[in-house]
């Protein structure tokens, strides 16, 4: 029922910002608790950052707080990751993920997550 349309993925050298973008269709974006997740290659999917639903909580993984972001605005319903400071081990496939109602930290738990985008390839060089 929901779609969700990753963008803002690129080729950045090492110590440079990108932002991602991830745009819902299909629900009324304030019901819905956002994430992003990563997939480099030969590893598994791993979380990067969530907001809830009303945009107050967020949650952030160890590798990434102090340099990301997370943040959502309901009046474009547009969820955003602020990626600063980036380094090669950040590359990866950035995945968009949602899930209805919740807090930031129920996105860790993979099972519980609900609608998936296809993903935007950030390559960082060193």
């Known amino acids: 029922q929901v779609q969700l349309v990753e963008s803002g993925g690129g080729l950045v050298q090492a110590g440079n910002s990108l932002r991602l973008s991830c745009a819902p269709s299909?629900?009324?974006?304030?019901?819905?608790?956002m994430g992003w997740f990563r997939q480099a290659p030969g590893k598994e999917r791993e979380f990067v950052a969530a907001?809830?639903?009303?945009?107050?909580?967020?949650d952030y993984a160890d590798f990434v707080t102090g340099r990301f972001t997370v943040s959502r605005d309901n009046a474009k319903n547009t969820l955003y990751l602020q990626m600063n400071s980036l380094k090669p081990e950040d590359t990866a496939v950035y995945y968009c993920?949602?899930?209805?109602?919740?807090?930031?930290?129920?996105?860790?738990?993979?099972?519980?997550?609900?609608?998936w985008g296809q993903g935007t390839q950030v390559t960082v060089s060193s």
């Open positions: 299909g629900r009324p974006f304030n019901t819905l608790t």
């Open positions: 907001v809830g639903f009303r945009g107050v909580t967020t």
């Open positions: 993920a949602a899930r209805r109602w919740g807090i930031a930290q129920s996105m860790r738990n993979l099972t519980t997550l609900e609608y």
